[in-house]
């Protein structure tokens, strides 16, 4: 599914930050600051896909030399703590191809131009290579001041201000949305971003009365990690996957991101199997099996452990379960005969070999005999079965054995007991 992100930055003086380090620094190349008589080369620099500059249409020639343009910026401002850049940073969708991400940035690269009047210069990253792998995303630094012929004049106050820079900024927000909906729609995705915070995508989610997505909306933001545990992270995971072993977070802030993560995953990943398993349940309904055949498929759909994590495949997965099951559940059952009896036949015969042949016998009432002479208990090792009780017999049969020995003593005595009787009364 593909997401949103659009944020706003600005590069100033006073935080030690210049708009050449920032050029260089996001197109990869070498820029010299004349102001600070300082080099910033990042030619080694990788993963930069594309990168080019738009200008109003009356801007100078040099307008289109990056180093040029970007000495002239920071040679416009004139105070210390000068905002000297404006950075937007947008995520590009990973769905689409990256002919597609180019376009779109070039047309919101060139809304900025018109709207403003300012220049642009783009960048395009390519995923890092220790992240994640649908990270495209892009850097279009502007000036703060408009570029007329004459070079940098007037600053754009409309996005300083405070009573219309975020109006500004949320239209533009609207705008990178339209476009990357228009892209995923060429490109066949169901899915759509949408721009608006958290709170009124929620709102949206309860009036639509998706009680799902209104509750997965409904969450604390995730923790920042921040530059230095960012790095330390993700040279973990290059560690771990070199390694071929399970990635541990090594900072405190890196375990509770990943907990969260695993955590949204997993709910992600139980609600999706459940509403397989309510479909599937409500299909085979419909089509006439009953409860119990209904919900083995149901739960088969559930815990198949080969589930295609494609949406697109979703409703080919589901009748392949479904028609897995009903070719099970349409097997021809034996007329005039116990169905359960036989059903349990085959499992005790496949199960246990000869001995289930002959419980299946036992359960047909056939004595042990009749099976054949073969078959039969000295002809055959013992079950387990067979084992079993005569474990739990041989108690029983001891204890025959003492009440045999009791009786026979009994008898002796009682024999005893009337010859004595017999005896004393002979002699009296």
């Known amino acids: 599914m593909a997401s949103y992100h659009l944020s706003v930055k600005t590069i100033k003086r006073s935080a030690g930050r210049s708009a050449t380090a920032a050029a260089a620094y996001r197109v990869g190349e070498r820029i010299e600051c004349q102001r600070e008589g300082r080099v910033h080369d990042y030619t080694r620099k990788q993963g930069i896909e594309e990168t080019f500059i738009l200008a109003p ?89 408009k570029l007329e012929a004459e070079g940098f004049t007037t600053k754009t106050r409309v996005l300083d201000s405070a009573k219309t ?70 040279r973990a995971k290059w560690m771990a996957e070199r390694q071929g072993r399970e990635y541990k977070p090594v900072t405190e802030r890196g375990a509770v991101v990943h907990a969260a993560r695993q955590a949204r995953a997993a709910f992600r990943e139980m609600r999706a199997r459940l509403e397989l398993a309510r479909e599937t349940y409500s299909i085979e309904r419909e089509s006439g099996q009953g409860r119990v055949s209904a919900g083995l498929a149901a739960l088969r759909a559930a815990t198949a452990k080969d589930r295609d994590r494609n949406p697109d495949d979703f409703r080919e997965r589901l009748a392949r379960v479904v028609g897995r099951s009903r070719e099970q559940d349409d097997t021809p059952k034996p007329e005039g005969r116990n169905y359960a009896r036989e059903r349990l036949k085959e499992i005790m015969e496949k199960d246990a070999g000869r001995d289930g042949q002959a419980a ?41 054995i003492e009440d045999e020995r009791k009786q026979e003593r009994g008898d002796d005595e009682n024999e005893n007991t009337r010859d004595r009787d017999r005896g004393e009364g002979h002699s009296l």
């Not at 036992?362 to 002809?379: P, W």
């Open 360 to 400: 299946v016998h036992k359960l047909d009432r056939h004595s042990e005999y009749d099976i054949g002479e073969g078959t039969g208990r000295e002809a055959r090792k013992p079950s387990v079965n067979d084992r079993l009780k005569d474990v739990l017999n041989k108690p029983r049969e001891k204890l025959e």
């Open 57 to 145: 249409k009356d801007a100078p020639d040099w307008a289109t030399d990056r180093s040029r343009l970007w000495n002239e910026v920071e040679a416009s401002e004139t105070r210390r703590n000068s905002v000297t850049a404006r950075e937007w940073e947008l995520a590009l969708p990973s769905e689409i191809s990256a002919e597609d991400r180019s376009q779109i940035t070039r047309d919101f690269a060139q809304e900025l131009v018109s709207r403003y009047g300012v220049a642009v210069d783009v960048a395009i990253h390519a995923p890092h290579r220790e992240g994640d792998q649908r990270n495209h995303h892009a850097h279009v630094l502007t000036s703060t001041r």
């Open 165 to 234: 820079g975020g109006v500004e900024i949320e239209q533009m927000r609207g705008l990178w949305a339209e476009l990357q909906n228009r892209a995923l729609e060429r490109a066949g995705e169901v899915e759509r971003v949408d721009h608006r915070s958290l709170e009124a995508q929620r709102e949206a989610a309860l009036e639509r009365g998706d009680q799902l997505s209104a509750e997965e909306l409904d969450r604390d933001p995730e923790l920042k990690l921040g530059p230095a545990a960012n790095s330390m992270e993700r």
